[in-house]
């Protein structure tokens, strides 16, 4: 017999009859939001917009792994604004998130960064480049902290 949480019931009320995120085809809490999500490959296992507070802006494309874990209030921005006109994006190369990474709360990734496997970005980080799979960094702007083979 399938249990539901409370979480789960809150989620189906928000996204099915409410229509807050009634686009996205994952579950994403209600105080997140996912700007198209028709341009966000995901992996198995992989539900960004799940944590509360979450911005995920994919005008880009965004294209994350297997496994990876994306904390609370993490933005994900794939296009920046023309500076010369609001009203449009700059084109960028779609950001991609490698498999099994931890996106940790309150982190920031720019567009075009491409993270490897298994990376984890300490809370608070601001991402504007890429980095090579299982390193952990943060930071702003992020920086190598040590790689996770180090312990």
């Given at each position: 017999?399938?249990?539901?949480?409370?979480?789960?019931?809150?989620?189906?009320?928000?996204?099915?009859?409410?229509?807050i995120?009634?686009?996205?085809?994952?579950?994403?809490?209600?105080?997140s939001?996912?700007?198209?999500?028709?341009?966000?490959?995901?992996?198995?296992?992989?539900?960004?917009g799940?944590?509360?507070?979450?911005?995920?802006?994919?005008?880009?494309?965004?294209?994350?792994?297997?496994?990876?874990?994306?904390?609370?209030?993490?933005?994900?921005?794939?296009?920046?604004?023309?500076?010369?006109?609001?009203?449009?994006?700059?084109?960028?190369p779609?950001?991609?998130?490698?498999?099994?990474?931890w996106?940790g709360?309150?982190?920031?990734?720019?567009?075009?960064?491409?993270?490897?496997?298994?990376?984890?970005?300490?809370?608070?980080?601001?991402?504007?480049h890429?980095?090579?799979?299982?390193?952990?960094?943060?930071?702003?702007?992020?920086?190598?902290?040590?790689?996770?083979?180090?312990?």
């Amino acid at each position: 017999m399938a249990r539901f949480t409370r979480d789960d019931v809150h989620a189906f009320i928000a996204q099915r009859i409410l229509r807050i995120n009634g686009h996205v085809p994952w579950r994403v809490h209600f105080t997140s939001r996912v700007i198209n999500p028709e341009r966000i490959t995901l992996g198995r296992n992989t539900f960004p917009g799940d944590s509360p507070g979450c911005y995920i802006q994919a005008i880009n494309g965004i294209i994350i792994g297997d496994n990876t874990n994306v904390g609370p209030g993490v933005g994900i921005i794939s296009a920046n604004h023309d500076p010369r006109d609001n009203s449009r994006h700059l084109p960028a190369p779609p950001i991609r998130i490698g498999k099994d990474c931890w996106i940790g709360m309150n982190a920031v990734i720019l567009p075009g960064v491409t993270l490897g496997d298994g990376v984890v970005i300490g809370a608070g980080s601001v991402v504007t480049h890429s980095f090579p799979d299982r390193v952990i960094i943060a930071g702003n702007p992020a920086q190598v902290i040590r790689s996770v083979d180090e312990g």
